[in-house]
Nanobody, 120 residues
């Protein structure tokens, strides 16, 4: 059974940091790209970042460049999203997703999400 389980969300003050984790199981992790998305109330889902587990290529939305860092621990089948200098506009439910093409689109599997709330 394929599973993607996000963790690490919470409440943080503006300027603070959080590290999200996405633990994957049920598929060959090294063959997949893992992406992070977020969705705030009343807004469309937004792609935040992606990493290709095969060559480590990374991609970031302009809104998070320089503040967020994505990384992968293939031995643990886990992808992390380090979020620094958080802003209230980063408040959203964050989801991770897995893409079997390795190209960060489209995505085959999705996690349930973890809430991130940034207070001003």
């Amino acid at each position: 059974e394929v599973q993607l389980v996000e963790s690490g969300g919470g409440l943080v003050q503006a300027g603070g940091s959080l590290r999200l984790s996405c633990a994957a199981s049920g598929f060959t992790f090294d063959d997949y790209a893992i992406g992070w998305f977020r969705q705030a109330p009343g807004k469309e889902r937004e792609g935040v970042s992606c990493i290709s587990s095969s060559d480590g290529s990374t991609y970031y939305a302009d809104s998070v460049k320089g503040r967020f860092t994505i990384s992968s621990d293939n031995a643990k089948n886990t992808v992390y999203l380090q979020m620094n200098s958080l802003k209230p506009e980063d408040t959203a439910v964050y989801y991770c997703a897995a893409d079997g093409s390795g190209r960060c689109f489209p995505y085959d599997y999705w996690g349930q999400g973890t809430q991130v709330t940034v207070s001003s």
